[in-house]
């Protein structure tokens, strides 16, 4: 093992070709598109067109390859029984509305790429490819292999990731760099949750907001029978907010349409944004009886933290539980709620049932759809994570920074004993799910040089 090699002087002499790699793969525009689903294409033909981007560029350039139909696929290099996995994903959120720069093709101004998918996951996933493209090109020997899994699916419901789980197993050990460094060791448990039902409402005629549970909804609508616009102008001074109203007809009547702009953030740090469906259902609380809207304004208006409920709880490690609303649909018939929950290790969930349950039979509203992810943890003191911080450590001399906890989700919670490995670093504001997404070049650079390092100590350990 060779510890003398210069990663980061070797990165910069591949910045050209990873910038110009990473912009191809950043065109082609990879979220979930249930239009062009099909049994080759289970997640719509543009994250299939991602995944054969990224496999056909690793057969050329000489790695072994596998794909998994069109759920996800691996690039591999190195000899011996032990295969250190790093696990990315090539699909990206919806882009949203508000792009300085359009957001799949992408943009360079000031050492920095602009486009969807830019820091989440493909910057990071380009990094990782050519970390592992330097150690084969200097013919770095590793007594195990190192394994980049591609998943297809994770800004949804990993299913690519768990079908590929299924069919070719996991590595025990590995990173997932789809986060921040130095590094996180442990993540939230993820609870997505849906409550509806069925309805007749004689006011409301439609109120929509959001795509995705993971994203703070950045815009709302929602349209009446009734006139309440001065009420509503009223309501956008009152609380600083952007909006509009406007007249329109809904099957030959006039009816009134309100609209609140807000901002988008991630959902594991939903207190950064602003939440415009929250804020229109708090409005139309006060103008209109709906058990869906009553239900939203009357415990989670201005509260992330479920303190309304009296389920709020911090964890010394991990912090706060917190939820964010991330789909609002509902028309005069029925209606439909998505909530996004992060909660820490040693949460009582027991009471948290207990108290959802008799909230929801009080507004009469049911659960329509469940998924969980429990919270992930790894030993700080492993040698995983000293590995990696060390390797972090060389290439930045930054140790004020330590190992940490968030609350997001990572594929490193598919793994025994995996952590999140950057690529965003502790000076940079994170931009993932939001508009204008960028990655800067320079980061990248460090990252991939951060990336060679650890796979070359982890792959000889």
Known sequence: MNNKIDFLEKAKSYEKEAIETLQALLRI???????????????????????????????????ATVKDGGYAGHIEYGEGDETIGVLCHLDVVPTGSGWTYPP???????????????????????????????????????????????????????RGIEHYQKTYGMPEVGFAPDSDFPL???????????????????????????????????????KTKSDFTERFEEYLTRHSLQGSFAKETHNGKPCYVYTIEGKASHAMEPEKGVNAGVYLANFLSDCLTNPLVNYVSDHFFNDVFLKKMGLDFIETEMGPITCNIGIIDIDSLRGRVCFDFRYPINYDKDKFWAKWQKELKYYNLQ????????PHYVDRNS????????????????????????????????????????????YEVSQAHQKDEAMSIDTFLLAMAIYAEALMQLGNK
Not at 38 to 63: N, Y
Request: net charge negative; glycine share 8%.
């Open 383 to 426: 040698t995983l994570v000293q590995t990696l911080y060390q390797a972090y450590v060389k290439y930045t001399n930054d140790t004020e920074n330590l190992p940490k906890t968030i609350g997001g989700g990572t594929y490193a919670r598919a793994l025994k004993q995996g952590v999140a490995f950057g690529m965003e670093m502790p």
């Open 29 to 63: 525009p990879s979220v979930y598109d249930e239009k062009t689903v099909s049994e080759k294409t289970p997640f719509g033909q543009a994250i299939e067109d991602a995944l054969c981007f990224m496999l056909d560029l690793a057969q050329r350039v000489g790695f």
């Open 184 to 222: 996180i060791y442990g993540e939230k448990g993820i609870l997505h949750l849906e409550i509806g039902r069925e309805f007749i409402d004689d006011e409301l005629i439609s109120f929509k907001g959001g795509e995705r549970y993971n994203i703070v909804i950045n815009h709302a609508s929602a």
């Open 104 to 158: 799949f093709d992408p943009v360079i101004k000031d050492r920095k790429v602009y486009a969807r998918g830019s820091m989440d996951d493909k910057g990071p996933t380009i990094a990782a490819f050519y970390a592992l493209k330097m150690l084969k090109d200097l013919n770095v020997p590793l007594k195990k292999k190192v394994r980049i899994i591609l998943g297809t699916d994770e800004e949804t419901a990993w």
């Open 367 to 374: 659960i329509t759809d469940l998924s969980d992810k429990v």
